[in-house]
Structures are given as structure tokens and as C-alpha cells.
Nanobody
């Protein structure tokens, strides 16, 4: 069974940092674009960041650009999201996802496998 499992969420004060990890099991994800999304209460799930299969290109939402960094280690399978200078508005459940072939990396509908999510709470 193919699975993505996120970890690293928690409670942090504004200005702090967290590092999220996403580990895949059941099938290699090394040839796929991987993305991070988030969903705050009462809001739609939104794109945060994506990385190409070999890590040579990354994409970010404007709201996190310059603060968050996505990376991957295909040898060990995880995908990371380093989050610095966190703000209360970053509070959400963060999801890791595998992008299917084609489509747009910003579109949730173009991702076919999702993790269960990890909660990030930033206090002011």
C-alpha cells in the first residue's frame, strides 16, 4: 500500500522555525514532483511549495517565499519543508502530496497521493 507520512508539526511562537518531513512507503516517489499544501480551519487547501523529481527546481506560494524552503533526498526518500520566520497566519494542517503526471503543480487536483497531514500552530 502506497503511503505518505508527515511529521515535524507542533506549536511554535511567531518568528520561530519548524521542519516538516514527509516519508513515502510502498513505492518509490523519486521520479515525481512532490508538493506541500496546507489547510486552515474554514479555508480551502492551498499550495505551499513543490520540488521537481531531482530537486533542480522549486516553486513557492507568494505568502511563503523567502521564509520556507522545500527540499528532497531521493536516496533516503523524504521530502522536507523548512519553515522559518513563522507567522500566526501559517497555522494550518500541512499535507505532503505526490503530483501525478501533467497538470499544474499549484493545483490540488493534480496530486494523486496525499499524507494524513501534520498540525502546525503558530502563536502570536
Amino acid at each position: 500500500q502506497v503511503q505518505l507520512v508527515e511529521s515535524g508539526g507542533g506549536l511554535v511562537q511567531a518568528g520561530g522555525s519548524l521542519r516538516l518531513s514527509c516519508v513515502a512507503s510502498g513505492r518509490t516517489f523519486s521520479r515525481y514532483v512532490m508538493g506541500w499544501f496546507r489547510q486552515a480551519p474554514g479555508k480551502e487547501r492551498e499550495f505551499v511549495a513543490a520540488v521537481t523529481w531531482n530537486g533542480d527546481a522549486t516553486y513557492y506560494a507568494d505568502s511563503v517565499k523567502g521564509r520556507f524552503t522545500i527540499s528532497r533526498d531521493n536516496a533516503k526518500n523524504p521530502v522536507f519543508l523548512q519553515m522559518n520566520s513563522l507567522k500566526p497566519e501559517d497555522t494550518a494542517v500541512y499535507y505532503c502530496a505526490r503530483k501525478s503526471l501533467g497538470g499544474n503543480y499549484r493545483n490540488t487536483k493534480d496530486y494523486d497521493i496525499w499524507g494524513q497531514g501534520t498540525q502546525v500552530t503558530v502563536s502570536s
